[in-house]
């Protein structure tokens, strides 16, 4: 089993920053990606940011050149949003989830239990 552990939401001003964590723990497991999802009151859950094993980045149109996704480079079981000139809109309840492979070519998500991020006009 894997665990994730979010922290570091809250509530900002519009233009602040924010830094969110998820630290992965469990028993040994081989990570295909890790990343973060977002759910906005009334909407579906999309993605923000995502980095793979090999460090390759994805980001939604919405964050781009805002948000940055980094992992820890001791520990490639925690990883990073940093936030900046943060909107309204970007208000949701955020979740971090790992993509574990499970065996060559079959990979199984888990997710974090999210963590709240509100941005104030």
């Known amino acids: 089993q894997v665990q994730l552990v979010e922290s570091g939401g809250g509530l900002v001003q519009a233009g602040g920053s924010l830094i969110l964590s998820c630290a992965a723990s469990?028993?040994?497991?081989?990570?295909?990606?890790m990343g973060w999802y977002r759910q906005a009151p009334g909407k579906q859950r999309e993605l923000v940011a995502t980095i793979t094993s090999g460090g390759r980045t994805n980001y939604a149109d919405a964050v781009k050149g805002r948000f940055t996704i980094s992992r820890d480079n001791a520990k490639n079981t925690v990883v990073y949003l940093q936030m900046n000139s943060l909107k309204p809109e970007d208000t949701a309840v955020y979740y971090c989830?790992?993509?574990?492979?499970?065996?060559?070519?079959?990979?199984?998500?888990?997710w974090g239990q999210g963590t709240q991020v509100t941005v104030s006009s």
């Open positions: 989830y790992l993509d574990r492979i499970v065996v060559p070519g079959r990979t199984y998500d888990y």
């Open positions: 469990g028993s040994s497991f081989s990570i295909n990606g």
